[in-house]
Every structure is written in C-alpha cells, then in structure tokens.
C-alpha cells in the first residue's frame, strides 16, 4: 500500500499570511504513461463534506480561489494557501489514487494565529 | 443541481449489520466510478471501498475486504454499502462521493454509522 504522509499536523497562521502543507508518499505516484501525478488534496471543514480543491497534484478545480496551488511530482508535493482568509480554516488532505488501496495523508489542521 | 444524499447509519450491535444508501440526482449516474469514504470520531478521512460505473470493477480496503460489499443499481441512481460482522472500529461518518476516475469531485454529507452494544 501506498502511505501518504503529510506535515505538519497542524499550523496557525495570520490572516494574509502564507500556509505551507507538505504530502510525501512512499512511492512514487507519478506515472510514466501520461507524466501525470495521482495527487488530490481536499479541504475539509467540520460539519461539510470534503471538498476537492486539486487533482492531478496542481490543476485546481472550478470556482477554487487562485490563493490556493499544488506542486511537486513523484513523491513530494506541496499545498500552498497563499494569502490566508478566515474561510480557509479546516483540515487538508492530500490522496493518491495512483492504485488501490487509494490512501489519504493524516490531515493537516488550518488555523488563524 | 449535482445531489448525493447517504442513508441507512444508525446503531448496530457488534456482529450486526446494516446497509447505506447513497441516493444520487442531478448528473448522469451510470457515467461515474462511485466510493465510499469513512470518517471515524476524531480521525482523518479513510477510504472505504469503489465501484466502477457498470460495477464491472470493485476495489476494498483491507480492514474491510470479506465483510463489506459495494454495489449500484444505475437504473435507481443508488449506490449501497452492504456491512456485515460490524465491529466498534467500523463507528464512523460514512460519505459517498462521485468519481471522475478515481477523483473524487462531489461528495455527499455523510452518514452516522455507530457500532456498540
């Protein structure tokens, strides 16, 4: 199985401030057929479902606020909240879905400091 | 307007069962892979299980695999959990979600399964 490990487990940062979350997964998740990365990363607030914010490591989705961006390939990547807003507090997944068990990092828990 | 709404969590025994329903609107259901994703008290978000859109491919997590069965009927929009010999580990927020392949682009509000006796 692929382990998806992300850090830190939690930060708080300032409003406007920037917002670094880190995945790292076991295995390279970057596939020579198509040179695509299997990457998600998901927001999810308490109370709400997740809701997917990039796919294929950095191609955000529809209506998802350009404050927000994926990067890396094979096995490290990135999710950057670039001007924090108040909205933006939840936890942040990342998932690969390059092969079953499709597998979640822990979470990454958003705060305002 | 794209709606997934999950039914049948409650209360189960150990050893018990019971049967989600994820009831789906608003998109062309036999186009899409289907998951369900579970969510335990205080825990991050674990993958539970997938179906392909004809049900032609299922895929589990081991914790699960033997126990719980996923299945669709595309001619009722409905996708289900089957869950047998529950256990206390089981007791989690179950979501169903709609796959563009394997990604996950809407999910479901989620519901409540809790296993004690």
């Known amino acids: 199985d692929i382990v998806m490990t992300q850090s830190p487990d939690s930060l708080a940062v300032s409003l406007g401030g920037r917002a670094t979350i880190n995945c790292k997964s076991s295995q390279s998740i970057l596939s020579s057929s198509n040179n695509k990365n299997y990457l998600a990363w998901y927001q999810h607030k308490p109370g709400q479902p997740p809701n997917l914010l990039i796919s294929?490591?950095?191609t955000r989705e529809s209506g998802v606020p350009d404050r927000f961006s994926g990067s890396g390939s094979g096995t490290d990547f990135t999710l950057t909240i670039s001007s924090l807003q108040a909205e933006d507090v939840a936890v942040y997944y990342c998932?690969?879905?390059?092969?079953?068990?499709?597998?979640f990092g822990g979470g990454t828990k958003v705060e305002i400091k | 307007e794209v709606q997934l709404v999950e039914s049948g969590g409650g209360l189960a025994q150990p050893g018990g069962s019971l049967r989600l329903t994820c009831a789906a609107s608003g998109f062309p259901f036999s186009d899409y892979w289907m998951t369900w994703v579970r969510q335990a008290p205080g825990k991050g978000l674990e993958w539970v299980a997938n179906i392909k859109d004809d049900a032609s491919e299922k895929h589990y997590v081991d914790p699960v695999k033997g126990r719980f069965s996923i299945s669709r009927d595309n001619s009722k929009n409905s996708l289900y959990l089957q869950m047998n010999s529950l256990r206390a580990e089981d007791t989690a927020v179950y979501y169903c979600a709609r796959g563009f392949g394997w990604i996950w682009d809407f999910w479901g509000h989620g519901t409540l399964v809790t296993v004690s006796s």
């Open positions: 294929w490591a950095s």
């Open positions: 998932q690969q879905y390059y092969g079953a068990p499709l597998t």
